[in-house]
């Protein structure tokens, strides 16, 4: 679907749709453009808002099809809420709304008069209502071999009216370039573990070379000569080899300054190991890789937008799998950081994947800050739902910074208390430590077990997201199944604190 922006009119086909403030209780006020094609079409739209008790309320969308006196085949109207608390994320969910309504016409013109609050310029707004139109879009449809013609979007081109399409466009650089990062982020988590595992996660990432994203990659070889045990002892019952992915986006004026490591677990196929998981939603681990997609769709936002800052995205990718060669419950697995770990759990794989790819990150970037992403906990999930992710964090400036990002992007991060108390439950009484805790307040344990292989000093942050990779109904922004939760937080983030 093409994104355009121009200065245009009621157009003679397809959709047209209006943009109107929300009302007060004596009804709303059309705009002038809408309140023109009403009078052309003989109150076609003042009957039925009337009819609809449509009040202009943000993101709420009234569809009249076929308005005698037009020719176009439907005209939509779009709340906007109050104008003056538009930001751009509200302009992306409405630019979402409006996806849905049209999307079975083949082209739409979108009249958003009164756009431009206080907190964005009218280009900018008229961008993000682009980008969110193109976020609701997105379809994964390469292994259906025959689709529901009755159930097919149809559209070409979403037209958004602007005074000044040149700005616009300008705007849409890199609304489009963060876009295209989800897009890749929630392709690699759609994608079956029979098509996508280690050595094929690299092959796809390997497109952002295009973008002038910097690729290394470390194999099984060069991550034992590491010492990297707790990783490949995961990856060990596989048939599928390990890798170790390492994306670099230098775009500072100084390219040697020290970057920020953006770490993800990508286990891409999690069977729980010798403690096999339950057949029944077992299939939903092909998205355990959801935290190296995501940093897969950050880097690809942060180069296409030509970011000026210095980033370096890891991924620790392996599958889990049961086998003769897999490692057993009770297994004592020596990381690179030298600490030794009680695998009592084989299922409890993500932390011991990024134990070693925290630790490399560190070791050889030095970095200012880690972040971390992975679908670590189902206790997660029974704690906040798909609503919010997780944050853990061992520096109070990094958690807000990156909580402030959420808020303002819609994807929300609830932090949780770490310490001493919960450390405890990780001692083992046969090596440094064990892989899991005592069976309470799993996600706390988890990120404690992270945080022994941080560096005092170094801020590190850990997002649990593995209640918001993937979502059945849909997302505000997102369609169905993978979100791309993540890359705009993260862009969001680095482009509020980072870039300056
Ligand atoms: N990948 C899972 C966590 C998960 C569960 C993600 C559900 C998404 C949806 C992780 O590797 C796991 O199995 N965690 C265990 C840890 C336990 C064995 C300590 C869990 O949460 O049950
Ligand atoms: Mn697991
Ligand atoms: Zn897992």
Redo the contacts with the bound molecule.
Sequence with gaps: MNITFAKIAVPAQGAVVFGVPEGTKSGVKLPPAAAKFDKQTKGALSRAIKAAEFTGKREKTLVIVAPAGAKVNRAVLVGLGNPKTLDETAAERIGAVIYDAVQRDAAAAVILEGLGGATATVAGLAAHVGGGAALKSYRFTKYRTKEDNDAKPRIKTVTIQTDDPAAAKKSYVAVGAVVAGVGITRDLITEPANIIYPESFVARAKDLAADGVKIDVLGVAAMKKLGMGALLGVGQGSVRDSQLLVLRWDGAADKKAAPLAIVG?G?CF?T?GI?L?QPS?MW??K??MGGAGIVVGLMRALAQRKAPVNVVGLCGLVE?MPDGNAQRPGDVVTSMSGQTIEVL?T????RLVLADVLWYAQDRFKPKAIVDLA???????MALAEHYAGLFSNNDALSEQLAAAGKAVGERLWRFPMGDEYDKDLRSPIADMK???GGKA??I??AQFLQRFIKAGTPWAHLDI??V??NEKGTALAPGGATGYGVRLLNRFIAENYEK
């Design positions: 677990k286990v999690d729980g403690s998981k939603g939903d681990m998205w355990d889990n759990n299922d409890a794989e993500g679908t670590l906990t189902g206790a997660i999930i892989n899991i805790g799993g996600s344990t988890a593995a209640g990779v993937w």
